[in-house]
T-cell receptor
Framework: AQSVTQPDIHITVSEGASLELRCNYSYGATPYLFWYVQSPGQGLQLLLK??????LVQGIKGFEAEFKRSQSSFNLRKPSVHWSDAAEYFC????????????FGQGTTLQVKP | SQTIHQWPATLVQPVGSPLSLECTVE??????LYWYRQAAGRGLQLLFYSVGIGQISSEVPQNLSASRPQDRQFILSSKKLLLSDSGFYLC????????????FGSGTRLTVV
């Protein structure tokens, strides 16, 4: 069964600083990996996804993530954080079987200091 | 494109009352469907998934049940709600080409009082 670990429950960064949110996954086959963002009281928005090919994936809002198979990681990065990036971020891994189950990590809450 | 409709958006129900949340999908046929719950301050937990009509798999033991009476309809139910059933419920389905990913409904915020 697949699983996702986001080690950091809460992260605070200053506006303009760089950001890295960690994600480790467990899955026996080639994973399909996702990062979602959820603003307070809102639904989920897809930031980026990885299925295959180039291991550095570009997403919306200036985010990128790098798939590292050897480390079972898919960390999310942004070079310069904006106050509007404050939200909860979820990493997820999907099964490539016919069930296609999407399993989420516990989430990381990002706070941005002015 | 694929769209998922969920209703109601907000619901306040007393403990012990029944529950029925509905999810319908447009723009695809025979989709896999999933129910997730997000409790306050918690992550998204997969509750049920369905790969076809009448086929339901439960991921966690709980007070809830799911049914899929039609190809594009997925219903989450409870006979008697508990306080612990409060949360944000999301229906989801794999997105169709060329987007490839997952489409989510806008969710139902359930408060059990």
């Amino acid at each position: 069964a697949q699983s996702v670990t986001q080690p950091d429950i809460h992260i605070t960064v200053s506006e303009g600083a760089s950001l890295e949110l960690r994600c480790n996954y467990s899955y026996g086959a080639t994973p399909y990996l996702f990062w979602y963002v959820q603003s307070p009281g809102q639904g989920l928005q897809l930031l980026l996804k990885y299925f295959s090919g180039d291991t550095l994936v570009q997403g919306i809002k200036g985010f990128e993530a790098e798939f590292k198979r050897s480390q079972s990681s898919f960390n999310l990065r942004k070079p310069s954080v904006h106050w509007s990036d404050a939200a909860e971020y979820f990493c997820a891994v999907a099964s490539s079987s016919n069930t296609g189950k999407l399993i989420f990590g516990q989430g990381t809450t990002l706070q941005v200091k002015p | 494109s694929q769209t998922i409709h969920q209703w109601p958006a907000t619901l306040v129900q007393p403990v012990g009352s029944p529950l029925s949340l509905e999810c319908t999908v447009e723009g695809t046929s025979n989709p896999n469907l999933y129910w997730y719950r997000q409790a306050a301050g918690r992550g998204l937990q997969l509750l049920f998934y369905s790969v076809g009509i009448g086929q339901i798999s439960s991921e966690v033991p709980q007070n809830l049940s799911a049914s899929r009476p039609q190809d594009r309809q997925f219903i989450l139910s409870s006979k008697k709600l508990l306080l612990s059933d409060s949360g944000f419920y999301l229906c989801a389905s794999p997105s169709v080409a060329p987007n490839y990913g997952y489409t989510f409904g806008s969710g139902t915020r359930l408060t059990v009082v």
